[in-house]
């Protein structure tokens, strides 16, 4: 689900009066043909599409595998992900249509030496594909086949796929879908592998909660390369890999080339009963301040703290508002009016009402009325996955640095003063800001070590963002964000170490500054903000399944030493 596409109460417009520019991370929270696209049809109506297929013109080749290297007019484009701010220079970039191609893609960058690293929506925060050892980048975008697989009972995801295209497969072939993020441009690959979550997350939970199994194409200890197949059954010898894969992070164990999805509780054979059902409707109601003098400290730190009270105290995974989700958007200054957005489906009994004391609930106190305040009512469809939605920054401003925390309660007065301090300052521009968004709920009925997310009774994440275009720009923006954050997590080091109010950060929004001893002086190492007590089990499992150490970046998970 969005929370800024154009349609409903001419949303840009709204925002645009109450100086609601900051809208380049709203759709993160948070990735081609539909490959067997095969929904309950009845025997006579499959066999006559069937019939209709081999009459018609030849199936079409797979795509690939497309070679490009430096002299080629196609490289320059092809090595951009979303963040301008990295630009890799690698030997080739490999553009691969299947399984066997990378495979056998994989293969010769081990032959040959050569570092390789997977791309499939190019939605990292950090250069983890762009780095200057990458030599040689694999480019998944075309294997974005979904559909679904009888032999496993379970929905078939390609790394290619973007979250857009994947809901709208789902839900047009069994009224089914996921709950992933809200933004349809990120592709699978990444945000899968790092524990993806999104608006249906509080009720369904975590997006690798429904994780069946896991195909990745690995490198053993002789340089031998071959796909593996790896599930939640357990007694998969396997198994170990499937769960590295629900949260462990993209890049480190080899490279996905496709996920099975499957509703843990699910049973039968009828597809459309093996994932959650896909809402009919979706209500939104958009929420607006204006930066004039009424937003006092007092008016904006009570705001914020609100909102997170009302997470610590309806985020239990029977709470009944486990189907609302909210983000709250606090803007610099400069941008001349902040907003939240809440979502909600809206066939849920009470949901109007649900919205209407959420939204008494974090303005209480305030004294102040909102700028505006309006709500409408769409088809589930259409807003989760309207294009270019919840993207950071535009085809010109593309430039960012993102930094996060999981919260497990609201931040203490300190942290919100902070907060509150550097987002007036001088220093800070009209696209830098944060996030708070909504968390908990069912995420919360699993345990911590029965997937590779630790962090499953946090109520919020924050994440703390600044974008811009130019590179001369560079250094104002990063030290801007970098000294916000720091600000914020004073008494900790500098970082989100778990304890009573932060639980650390998600791997899907990497910041290779926890790893930097001049920004983290917590004595707290990144791993454990990231994976807490999973960390040596995912040691063990890349000792076992990366033996070569083939696959690293920034952030890579360290094999357990003397091997797994």
């Known amino acids: 689900m969005t929370t800024d596409s154009p349609g409903s109460l001419n949303r840009r417009g709204l925002l645009t009066a109450v ?43 797979a795509f690939g595998p497309v070679t490009v290297r430096p002299a080629d007019t196609r490289y320059q484009s092809l090595l951009r992900g979303d963040n301008f701010r990295f630009v890799g220079r690698p030997d080739e970039v490999r553009v691969l ?53 009888p032999g496993l009972r379970a929905f078939s995801v390609q790394p290619g796929a ?27 690959g990444g945000h899968f592998v790092g524990g993806g979550y999104g608006p249906l997350s509080r009720r369904y939970g975590s997006l690798v909660d429904h994780l069946h199994g896991v195909e990745v194409v690995v490198v053993d200890r002789d340089g031998s390369v071959r796909a593996v197949r790896a599930t939640r059954e357990p007694d998969d010898p396997n198994h170990d890999l499937w769960w590295a894969h629900t949260g462990g992070g993209g890049g480190n164990f080899g ?49 914020l703290r609100n909102f997170g009270v009302w997470h610590e105290r309806n985020s239990a995974p029977d709470s009944p508002y486990l189907g609302l989700y909210a983000i709250l958007v606090p803007a610099h200054r400069s941008a001349g009016g902040f907003r939240m957005t809440v979502q909600i489906d809206a066939g849920l009994p009470g949901a109007d009402r649900m919205v209407t004391e959420f939204v008494a609930a974090v303005t209480a106190g305030t004294g102040v009325t909102p700028s505006l305040e309006g709500r409408r009512t769409f088809p589930w469809l259409h807003p989760t996955t309207w294009p270019g939605s919840g993207e950071n920054g535009d085809v010109v401003t593309r430039r960012y640095k993102e930094k996060a925390g999981y919260l497990r309660r609201s931040f203490t007065d300190g942290q919100l003063a902070a907060i509150y301090r550097n987002l007036t300052n001088r220093t800070g521009g009209p696209t830098g800001g944060m996030l708070l968004v909504g968390y908990g709920g069912r995420v919360g009925t699993v345990p911590p ?38 600000e914020v997590y004073r008494d900790t080091g500098g970082v989100p170490v778990p304890g009573e109010v932060s639980d650390g950060s998600y ?31 995912l040691q063990r499992i890349k000792a076992h399944w990366d033996p070569r150490g083939v696959f690293r970046h920034a952030l890579a998970i360290e094999p357990a030493p003397g091997g797994g």
């Open 449 to 486: 070590e029965a997937t590779a997310i630790a962090q499953r009774d946090a109520v919020m994440k924050a994440v703390f963002h600044t974008t811009w275009a130019d590179e001369s720009d560079d250094a104002a923006n990063l030290a801007w964000i970098r000294e916000f954050y720091r």
């Open 97 to 149: 249509g299947s399984t066997g191609q990378v495979v056998r893609a994989v293969a010769d960058a081990v032959r040959s030496g050569r570092r390789p690293a997977a791309r499939s929506g190019g939605h990292c925060f950090e250069d983890f594909t762009a780095n200057p050892s990458v030599r040689m980048l694999l480019d998944l975008s075309p294997m974005d086949a979904v559909g679904y697989d």
């Open 507 to 537: 791997i899907n929004y990497p910041d290779a500054d926890l790893a930097d001893p001049a920004w983290n002086t917590s004595g707290t190492p990144w791993h454990t903000l990231y994976y807490k007590q999973n960390y040596p089990r």
């Open 162 to 188: 973007t979250l857009g295209h994947v809901y709208r497969t789902l839900f047009k072939g069994w009224g089914v879908t996921v709950p992933a993020g809200g933004c349809p441009g990120v592709g699978a």
């Open 255 to 303: 490279v996905v080339t496709r996920y099975w999805l499957r509703a843990p509780d699910a049973t039968g054979a009828d597809p459309a009963r093996l994932l959650p059902a896909a809402p009919r409707e979706l209500l939104e109601c958009l929420v607006g301040w204006s930066w004039d003098a009424r937003m006092t400290e007092r008016v904006f730190t009570t705001l």
């Open 19 to 61: 100086g609601g520019a900051t809208t380049a991370l709203t759709g993160l929270l948070t990735t081609g043909p539909a490959a067997a696209l095969t929904s309950t049809a009845s025997t006579a109506s499959a066999a006559s599409a069937a019939d209709v297929i081999r009459a018609g013109p030849p199936e079409p080749t």
